[in-house]
């Protein structure tokens, strides 16, 4: 257990997220093919599950129309579809397409393969990178 008041905990706590989000804006910058929102939404659905435009906006953090702007993109390149909410006729339930999963399998492949050949070059062990993981996965999944 780490002490949380600790200021050397917390300023490797800031640096932990600030160096996460410049590793994935760096693999991002190596898919020109694919755009950042749509790996980004495509990820969200394959976290979330079937949902919907709402709460699709409220965990992205953006608005409502902004949200179904970027699904009706998706729906025309075959990502994702669109299915009837079963309890609210107003409203669709959002799920990703075989394809929309293959292209999301295609990016992190071409993720892991990027960051793995740093990882290679900067010398660090697969234990290492294994507790790494760990400890990301950890804080990730704690409630």
């Given at each position: ?26 693999v991002r ?35 409502q129309p ?78």
């Amino acid at each position: 257990m780490v002490d949380v008041s600790n200021q050397r905990v917390r300023q490797l706590s800031n640096d932990l997220v600030v160096l996460s989000a410049r590793l994935v804006r760096e693999v991002r910058r190596n898919h020109h093919d694919v755009p950042t929102a749509t790996t980004r939404l495509l990820s969200l659905l394959d976290e979330l599950g079937p949902s919907t435009v709402g709460a699709m906006a409220q965990a992205d953090r953006c608005s409502q129309p902004t949200m179904t702007g970027h699904v009706n993109a998706l729906v025309e390149r075959g990502w994702v579809q669109r299915t009837p909410h079963p309890d609210d006729a107003r409203s669709s339930v959002v799920s990703m397409t075989t394809a929309g999963r293959q292209m999301l399998i295609s990016v992190r492949r071409r993720n892991a393969a990027l960051v793995a050949e740093r990882i290679d070059a900067s010398g660090h062990t697969e234990e290492e990178l294994a507790t790494a993981v760990a400890v990301l996965t950890d804080v990730l999944h704690h409630d």
